[in-house]
Structures are given as C-alpha cells and as structure tokens.
C-alpha cells in the first residue's frame, strides 16, 4: 500500500524550487477497515501552502479499491514546538473530496476560553456554563460550544436537550441554539441520548474542527469551549485550529484529580495557551444546618501546584446541592438564581476571567504586555 500511495503523490510537486514531490514527504501509511490515513513531513513549508497540499493529497489518494475514508496528517520539525504535532486532513467519504471549512465562523468572537481538565468527574461542564452564564451576567454576548464528545452534557445543564440547531441560508452552517441568552453548540443535540459515540481520533479532529468553522456564532466578546478530559485529539485539533485566547483548568482538591490536571496544564504550556488559572471546584462544604465547613476532597493540593507552576487558583466552588440538581434540571444556578451565595462563586470566577481577558476596549496603555502575563511561566 506504501509504494501505491508514494505512487499516486509522485504526482504532486512540491511548491517553489523543491524539487522533490508529495511522494518524497511520506512518513508513514496505515490502512484498516477502509481508512487510509497518510503522514507527510512538510518541514519548511508555511501553513497556507501546507493546507493545500493537504487537499490535493486527499484528492488524489481518494476513490481508490477499498478506500472508503482519506486521512492526510502533517508533522513539521523546524517551527516552535506548539507547531510540531500532528496535523489532522481533511477525510473523503464516497471517493468526493471534502470541501476546505470557511475560517470566517469565528472571526467576530473575541475569545475563545477553553474550559478544561485533566480528568472527568470533576464537574468541568458544570463549571464552563455557570462561567457562560456569569459572564453574560456581567454584560457580556457569550456562546458556548460543547466538546466533551464522548460525554456531552451542555445541553441538559441548560434545559434544551431536545433542542436541534438550525441551518443557515445557503446551508452550509448550523445556527446554533439559544438557551438562557447564549448560544449554544452541541453534539449532543445531533446524537440521541443513548446512543454511544465511537469515533477514531480523526474523527474527532474533524467534529472538533466542524464545530468552530461551521457554525454561524455571530458577534461574541466569549466562546466558552467545554473541552473533553484529558489531552488527547480534541484538544491538540483545538489549539492548532483555533485562536484559543486562555484556558481554565478545573480540578477537585484530590490527589488523584491534581495529578491529572498538572498534566492538562504542562499540555496547554507545550503548546503556547495561556493559562488563565485554576479553579477548584467541590472545593469544600458547608453544612446549611450548623454551618461547619468541612473538605471531603482534602485541601492544601491546590493551593501547592498554584505555587509549584506560578499559575493563579482564580475560583474556588464549593459543595452545592443547589449546583448540582440545577445541572441535572436544565435550571442552572448562575441562571436561574442570580442573587445566591452560589451564583456568587461563579461570578468572582468571571471577574477573574474578564480581569485577564477584558472584553470591553481599554487604553492601550492598560492592555499593554497582558499577553505576556498569560503566557508566564
């Protein structure tokens, strides 16, 4: 299969004075089960040109005996090290190559907030829509897009599971739904509530990439991203397709959960995104009756790895009752209790957000090196 594909790119030169071909750039084939996913190393090849030898390796390697899906993939060695992993192509179903997706879906989102773990159970998605919320709250137009692929829960958290997006005029984009005054995207509004996603991580990339580019948000100061635990595909797809602003990794004072999201921190570092902060959540309890506080979940873990990675614990959300049915009834505290001591938590998280990410316009001289204190080690 390796020499047939070195083969059907012997075709394809590459730009400029190389005088080598596709072909050439091979690293690695695979084939199974009717997917053919092909590695280039394109070093010394800017990105614009690199997306078009993408297209047309996928376009000559397509429609052939037995190749039902084209996955073309892209290393490059000599750009900073954000740069250096694998670059997902774009997959052919039916032997037809797939359009390139429009980058014009986010060009009127100011930014882009990943909301992350390192492992699940921690209450990420709880966190990502009470922060959605808390931000509208503070004048703020805000969407928020649901990753979590395997898990998706956005859209039960905001009370519109049975919701299905729109699509646009010339339907080529979903018009995504409106829940509580902001927009919302979800796999979970195209899958049914017990059916299982089983998807290969091209696949992934792909959803991930298709949920960006294909969805009509508009004018937005926050996109709320609720990314999937971990740091897999989805996040990798993410910050190499994105402009992701900062992330926001959520953790539980557990052991077991900060050893993860020190993980989930190291990735976003590898990879140039800033991180805004953490945020504890389950944080402590607060017994309503007698009003002792108590930490089931330990404490002091934290506020250690805030100290150990110099990256500030931006919230602190306690052991609700409240949070939680709000999340299992579609009724979420921020939303539908504005004026609690909850809704409070998630509020001074916000803040903290629009502290390092200001939407409004400020004077240069105010906005000058913020960047740079994201990205500080």
């Known amino acids: 299969m390796e020499d047939h594909v070195k083969s059907l ?26 997917e053919l996913t092909v590695v280039l190393n394109l070093t010394g090849v800017d990105r614009a040109t690199r997306h078009q030898i993408e297209d047309a390796a996928v ?47 986010l060009s009127d989102v100011k930014h882009l907030i990943a909301v992350a773990s390192g492992k699940g159970g921690v209450g990420k998605s709880t966190v990502a829509v009470n922060l959605a919320l808390s931000l509208k709250a503070r004048g703020a137009r805000v969407g928020i897009v649901d990753l979590d692929i395997y898990g998706p829960s956005v859209p039960i958290q905001l009370g519109v599971a049975s919701a299905k ?23 979970g509004f195209l899958v049914e509530d017990d059916t299982p996603v089983i998807w290969r991580g091209p696949i992934v990339a792909s959803v ?24 897999g595909d989805a996040q990798l797809t993410l910050t190499q397709s994105a402009p992701i602003t900062g992330a926001v990794i959520v953790t539980t004072p557990s052991e077991l959960a900060l050893v993860d999201a020190i993980k989930g921190l190291q990735m976003f570092r590898k990879v140039d995104t800033p991180v805004i902060g953490l945020v504890e959540n389950m944080s402590h309890y607060e017994c309503p009756e007698c009003g002792h506080t108590s930490n089931p ?26 949070i939680q049915r709000g999340g299992d009834n579609g009724k979420p505290v921020s939303a539908v209790r504005p004026d609690s001591p909850q809704a409070a938590a998630f509020l001074s998280l916000a803040d903290a957000v629009i502290e390092k990410v200001p939407f409004a316009e400020t004077p240069k001289a105010e906005k000058k090196g913020f960047l740079a204190g994201l990205f500080k080690k």
Do not use: C
């Not at 030169?13 to 091979?26: E, F, H, I, S």
């Not at 991930?208 to 740091?231: H, N």
């Open 9 to 34: 790119l012997d075709a394809l030169p590459l730009p400029g004075d190389d005088a080598r071909t596709v072909a050439a750039t091979v690293k690695e084939v695979e084939f199974e089960d009717g």
């Open 208 to 231: 991930v990439k298709q949920f960006l580019d294909d969805v009509e948000w508009g004018a937005l100061d926050y996109l709320v991203i609720d990314m999937p635990p971990g740091t």
């Open 297 to 322: 979940f330990n404490s002091g873990g934290t506020q250690r790895i805030t100290e150990q990675f110099g990256v500030g614990l931006i919230a602190s959300i306690p052991i609700d009752t409240e």
């Open 59 to 105: 376009k000559a390697l397509s429609g052939q005996n037995g190749v039902d899906e084209v996955y073309v993939e892209v290393e490059v060695d000599d750009l900073p090290q954000y740069e250096t992993r694998q670059e997902p192509g774009l997959s052919v179903h039916g032997g037809a190559a797939a359009p390139t997706p429009p980058k014009k879906a």
């Open 165 to 187: 997006p729109g699509v646009s005029d010339d339907q080529k984009r979903f018009v995504p739904v409106e829940a509580y005054g902001l927009k919302v995207m979800s796999i």
